[in-house]
T-cell receptor, first 110, second 113 residues
Framework: KNEVEQSPQNLTAQEGEFITINCSYS?????LHWLQQHPGGGIVSLFM???GKKKHGRLIATINIQEKHSSLHITASHPRDSAVYIC????????????FGTGTRLTIIP | DAGVTQSPTHLIKTRGQQVTLRCSPK?????VSWYQQALGQGPQFIFQ???????QRGNFPDRFSGHQFPNYSSELNVNALLLGDSALYLC????????????FGQGTRLTVV
């Protein structure tokens, strides 16, 4: 069993829909990261969180430390949100080796 | 601020050859981590460099080696290339002194033929 599991693996939705991507992990962590990867390969950090909830524009990330679970939500989805979303966990702030999930491929249809 | 820069962006090598990939961290960052991402998979940790020393290492053979220079830039070397080494190699930089998120480069896509 992988240390970081994401679901779903693939998600296709209509523009404007509310999107939820889930991440569960089995190890102790200091922080959980949500990352976005576009077809070119580069990875952009969306959030780093260790508790509670963070919001940036149409993106919201939540984490439940007790349940070892995090969700990434996208409100009013847009075709430009189409990308692979990856959850990663780290065990040592600032010095951390990250363990990644396999990603969720999101496609938003106009 | 140029962020994390990697070179080259694409590379084709023959099985058995050696390759060197380069990474310049984001300004102010002193820690560099390297990851290998096979097609359709999440990135896998190779190793991390801090103060010119390898601080952590993932489950990769000794054919994978690295170096960090005084200006914090880093190199990843892979010897005796195998077809299975074909992947996207990502570099991430962070600051060891603060709670910072990692910043990633665009990656180097290595194809071994």
């Amino acid at each position: 069993k992988n240390e970081v599991e994401q679901s779903p693996q693939n998600l296709t939705a209509q523009e404007g829909e509310f999107i939820t991507i889930n991440c569960s992990y089995s190890v102790g962590i200091s922080a959980l990261h949500w990352l976005q990867q576009h077809p070119g390969g580069g990875i952009v950090s969306l959030f780093m969180l260790s508790s509670g909830k963070k919001k940036h524009g149409r993106l919201i990330a939540t984490i439940n430390i007790q349940e070892k679970h995090s969700s990434l939500h996208i409100t009013a989805s847009h075709p430009r949100d189409s990308a692979v979303y990856i959850c990663a966990v780290g065990s040592n702030f600032g010095n951390e080796k990250l363990t990644f999930g396999t990603g969720t491929r999101l496609t938003i249809i106009p | 601020d140029a962020g994390v820069t990697q070179s080259p962006t694409h590379l084709i090598k023959t099985r058995g050859q050696q390759v060197t990939l380069r990474c310049s961290p984001k300004s102010g960052h002193d820690t560099v981590s390297w990851y290998q991402q096979a097609l359709g998979q999440g990135p896998q940790f190779i190793f991390q460099y801090y103060e010119e020393e390898e601080r952590q290492r993932g489950n990769f053979p000794d054919r994978f080696s690295g170096h960090q220079f005084p200006n914090y830039s880093s190199e990843l070397n892979v010897n005796a290339l195998l077809l299975g080494d074909s992947a996207l190699y990502l570099c991430a930089s962070s600051n060891s002194g603060t709670r910072t998120e990692a910043f990633f480069g665009q990656g180097t896509r290595l194809t071994v033929v």
